[in-house]
């Protein structure tokens, strides 16, 4: 019996979806990725706004499909990629907030760790464990993208959290007393998942968002402005 189409991915041909998907959290962007970077585009999802295409970047086959928002929307559409689509690579491309001053709008950051409040670990697969990690050879890969194009980046750990709104001062010393610089809402599922099915992930993030000053991107903005972080994840070779 086949496990595809899943209920949240309506394709059905496996070789449409390429080994290597690029995820960022906003259907547009995904759409936007597809109308301006590939060749040969073909569209595999639409199910619930969730848009994913594949097409072909400098001569390599590459798919992009959205996540939503939010570690349990990140954690359906990974698990069904990984697990039904035998997808081996998933490289978030997403926004974040800056914990700290000196991390400016468009600033990059490559995720090397990731801390996280949330009990999605402890229900998916009974770990404790606060921190994910991605996996070591994709962040080796992003880094020598980076450096190929001379794109300036930050690597450090980051905050994923269940809550877009929560500025007490209490929680944010104590998340940034963990050593994260920065907060988004997906990654800590995203390499949960791929940890547990033995896949690979990774995460770049563009900061969109400051928790120190006042500027702040347009949705516009967040859907068509990220152009170094897409292409560092378009040009990583796996």
């Known amino acids: 019996m086949s496990n595809i189409p899943t209920p949240h991915i309506g394709c059905n041909d496996k070789e449409m979806i390429a080994d290597t998907v690029l995820m960022p959290g906003d259907p547009l962007r995904a759409k936007y990725i597809a109308d301006n970077y590939l060749e040969d585009v073909v569209q595999f ?3 619930r706004g969730a ?9 390599r086959k590459i798919s992009v499909m959205a996540s939503g ?14 697990k039904f689509f035998d997808v081996k690579t998933i490289i978030r491309i997403g926004s974040c907030g800056g914990y700290l001053p000196e991390l400016k709008l468009y600033d990059i950051i490559l995720v090397d760790k990731c801390y996280t409040d949330s009990n999605y670990a402890v229900v998916f697969n ?3 464990d606060d921190y994910a990690y991605p996996t070591e050879s994709v ?10 194009l001379g794109i300036k980046y930050e690597k ?6 269940d809550l877009f709104y929560h500025l007490e001062k209490s929680y944010l010393d104590d998340v940034k007393a963990r050593g994260c610089k920065a907060v988004e809402m997906e990654s800590f599922a ?10 690979s ?21 967040r859907e068509t402005k990220f152009t170094e972080m897409i292409e560092i994840a378009l040009n990583t070779k796996l």
């Open 126 to 128: 009974n770990d404790y």
């Open 190 to 199: 995203l390499f949960t998942i791929a940890k547990a099915l033995n896949k």
């Open 139 to 148: 962040v080796e890969a992003l880094e020598t993208s980076a450096n190929e």
């Open 51 to 59: 848009l994913g295409y594949t097409g072909v970047y400098n001569g």
């Open 45 to 47: 999802n639409a199910v």
């Open 201 to 221: 992930a990774a995460c770049l993030l563009t900061v969109s968002d400051s928790l120190c000053y006042s500027e702040e991107m347009t949705p516009e903005e």
């Open 69 to 82: 928002m939010g570690m349990p929307s990140i954690g359906i559409y990974a698990y069904e990629l990984f």
């Open 156 to 161: 450090c750990c980051i905050h994923s959290s």
